[in-house]
């Protein structure tokens, strides 16, 4: 019957903590089974069959079920069905497990209650730098910030050296494709590998699972991914502190419903399920893009219909009313959403100690340690004329030549007094408030301000860093880009939002006959840099540094002081990793 097998070599791997009985393999083999047809049978029903492979000296325990299913056709509206055949393999080699499967049903939560998924850095620490090169990768930041960025990747033919790790204490790798000799692996952060393979009878199969396993047992010293955050035992960090605030990775959840063709549904109060309409989806949309704090009793703040984090042995799980109303379909059964986001891990929890962070079913820890601390502190800059300021851009009347004195506006050009041309590129397709310009320093500066009460409210800096990082992109822009921004928009007057029209030049400083060959020149210099500058009258570097201090120090401190830390750091690690400074203007 194993004969019959012809498999892929894409496996998840779990750790054995106690003896495996044949109760827990049967049940299972039953809920992996459990969307198979009714009055239907069994293709291929092995339970825990011996073999030996004597060339290899291998013995492993194998389990497997092949069995007929069916799946909703999303693409019409009757009630069409497709039928398929799912399957469940389970080697059983040693300590270890390995299961294969396609179209089963949900065994997520009965693995994680009873194994220990072996992580992707178990897998990455099996070889060495010299063994292997790195072809792909995507990381996780550690933030749930809604105006930072969250997540990026990387390919190359081979990324060490070319990879800047400057920020990667702060990163979980979630994903990653490397080469090794002839081979091409994928390993995820669900501890899934994938090898590149034509497919395989079941013994080639078992023999390539000890391949792994031994690889697991026999790490390296060092590789390129040690550089990164480190996985840490979620039982450790939540004596030390708690979770703070949960964040739906909306985009990663709904990005996989549309590429599965899965509709969401809602279950009504008299227990029928319908789809859902285009204006529940936006607003289901809307609500999951949000980030919520979490109280001290684990209660999800801001929703007031009990839900909350559930904090287990060895996860955190989420409990919601509202995710329990809504249905999608997964391998012919309606599950809850709740039950989906949690199954795929599409959640990530933050803690009162910032350098924490749990991501798809694990917990982290940022390996670059408080001392970034000191390194985020260096960005702020003092500015003596910010106190002053009452508003972002001032007060306007028809005959406004500049900006008033009280304003935002005002104090960052009598900064940059000193540069070539100022800009102001406010409203409309804006890339900064303010673009500078500064040859003698080969300075470029995309400015951008805000105003506020001082405060350290996470919330007053989410904007501004959000439009910061948005218009990046834009610093390395080339000669015709900015020519035509001249064009468009420079030479007119300034237009408030409201609707003055004023009399204010959007050209700032400089004489606009000399701009093309001015800015050719400077384009060619090679000393050329660029900053990304907030400017920001309601954050002050002595209550910012007492409050960071405290962190330091293992004191306690409020949830906004971690998320402005988190904000900050974002802001800082995204600006560098486009090769720009990071600075923002602020008060004493």
């Not at 007492?546 to 971690?562: A, H, L, S, T």
Request: with cysteine.
């Amino acid at each position: 019957m194993p004969e019959r097998l012809r498999l892929t070599k894409n496996a998840q791997f779990y750790r054995v903590n106690d003896p495996v009985e044949d109760e827990l393999v049967k049940t299972i083999l039953d809920t992996a089974s459990d969307n198979m047809n009714p009055d239907s049978g069994f293709v291929i029903d092995e339970f825990r069959q011996e073999r030996s492979l004597d060339e290899q000296s291998l013995s492993y325990v194998y389990s497997a079920r092949v069995f007929p299913s069916s799946r909703p056709v999303y693409f019409l509206d009757d009630d069409f069905e497709d039928k398929i055949y799912a399957f469940i393999l389970i080697i059983e080699i040693g300590d270890y497990l390995a299961v294969l499967k396609k179209s089963c049903a949900n065994i997520f939560d009965l693995m994680d209650e009873k194994f220990t998924l072996v992580g992707s850095k178990e897998f990455s620490s099996s070889f060495s730098d010299d063994d292997v090169e790195f072809q792909r990768l995507a990381l996780r930041n550690m933030t749930v910030s809604d105006r930072a960025m969250r997540s990026r990747s990387y390919e190359a033919a081979d990324l060490k050296g070319l990879l800047s790790t400057h920020s990667a204490g702060r990163s979980i790798p979630y994903y990653f494709k490397l080469r090794q000799g002839a081979k091409t692996r994928s390993i995820s952060g669900t501890g899934r590998v994938v090898e590149s393979s034509s497919r395989e009878t079941l013994d080639n199969v078992a023999e390539w699972v000890y391949e792994q396993i031994n690889l697991i047992e026999s790490p390296s010293n060092t590789n390129f991914l040690d550089a990164f955050a480190s996985k840490v035992e979620l039982s450790e960090v939540l004596t030390i502190c708690s979770p703070n605030a949960i964040l739906i990775e909306s985009h990663s959840l709904f990005d996989r419903l549309k590429k599965d063709g899965v509709s969401v549904k809602y279950k009504t109060k008299k227990g029928k399920v319908i789809r859902v309409s285009n204006r529940v989806y936006k607003h289901l949309e809307s609500a999951l893009e949000k980030v919520y704090e979490i109280d001290s009793d684990l209660n999800i703040m801001g929703v007031n219909d009990g839900s909350r984090v559930r904090a287990n042995k060895k996860s955190l799980t989420l409990y919601s009313k509202y995710l329990a109303k809504f249905r999608v379909s997964e391998n012919g059964k309606l599950i809850t959403l709740q039950k989906y986001i949690v199954k795929h891990g599409f959640y990530s929890i933050t803690f009162e100690d910032p350098k924490y962070m749990y991501f798809m079913g694990s917990c982290f820890e940022d390996s670059s340690g408080i001392s970034e601390i000191d390194n985020i502190l260096e960005i702020l800059q003092p500015i003596e004329e910010i106190p002053a300021v009452n508003s972002e851009k001032g007060s306007f009347t028809e005959e406004s030549e500049n900006f008033t004195e009280d304003s935002m506006f005002d104090v960052i050009e009598k900064i940059h007094a000193e540069d070539d041309y100022i800009f102001c590129d406010d409203l409309g397709d804006e890339w900064a408030d303010h673009i500078t310009f500064n040859k003698e320093n080969s300075n470029i500066c995309f400015i951008h301000s805000k105003h506020g009460d001082p405060s350290t409210s996470a919330s007053n800096l989410h904007d501004v860093v959000g439009q910061g990082i948005k218009n990046l992109g834009n610093m390395y822009f080339d000669a015709n880009a900015m020519l035509s921004k001249l064009d468009k928009t420079f030479k007119d007057y300034y237009k408030s939002g409201k609707g003055i029209q004023t009399k204010i030049p959007r050209i700032r400083k400089g004489n606009i006959d000399d701009f093309d060959w001015y800015l050719a020149n400077l384009l060619k210099d090679y000393k050329l840099n660029r900053s990304c500058i907030l400017c920001c009258s309601f954050l002050s570097v002595s209550d910012i540094t007492g409050e960071f201090n405290k962190i330091k120090e293992g004191k306690p401190v409020r949830g906004n002081i971690v998320q402005l830390l988190w904000i900050i750091s974002s802001f800082a690690h995204a600006v560098k990793d486009m090769n720009a400074r990071p600075i923002i203007y602020c008060i004493e």
